[in-house]
């Protein structure tokens, strides 16, 4: 048996209700008691946790980012030391070399502050805002 922590439910975000369903010796699962979500079956309990675990990355190659203002979270391996390796930018076409009378466009990462667009790899969507104070029983 692992020791590895299994991670919150990919639905509910609890992690009080989750449980190793172990219904015979060839088919294993983890499983949220809250939402009823159920993680791949494996063969193992050992498997079975790290199939829950597995997550798909939001990470996107940077070719693909939306240039149309929207706010998205970069990421910049490059960096270093004190330096962030994410940001949160827009595409903000008004600065930027200007190529037929037209400006190409630079990440901002806000007040006039801009990254080399050659060194940014990925970008991945912002999260859904969290719920409202009031909606939230969480402590
Ligand atoms: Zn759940």
């Known amino acids: 048996m692992t020791t590895v922590e299994l991670k919150n439910c ?3 975000g609890t992690t009080a209700h989750l449980h190793i369903n172990s219904p015979s010796v060839y088919w294993n ?3 949220c008691a809250l939402c009823s979500v159920e993680g791949p079956a494996s063969e193992t309990t050992d498997a079975a946790i790290l199939a829950w675990n ?6 996107k190659p940077i070719c693909t980012a939306p240039k149309d203002g929207t706010p998205v ?3 910049w391996p490059g960096t270093g030391g004190w330096l962030p390796k994410m940001y949160y930018a827009c595409w903000d076409t ?3 070399e200007t190529i037929n009378g037209q400006r190409m466009g ?3 990462i806000g ?3 801009y990254l080399d ?4 790899t990925h970008y991945a969507p912002l999260p859904d805002d969290p719920p409202s104070p009031s909606s939230d029983a969480s402590p």
């Open 117 to 120: 667009p050659t060194a940014v």
């Open 10 to 12: 990919p639905w509910c």
């Open 54 to 59: 597995r997550r798909a990355s939001p990470w």
């Open 73 to 75: 979270l970069l990421y």
């Open 106 to 108: 630079l990440w901002s």
């Open 94 to 96: 008004t600065v930027g």
């Open 29 to 31: 699962t983890v499983a």
């Open 111 to 113: 007040f006039k502050n």
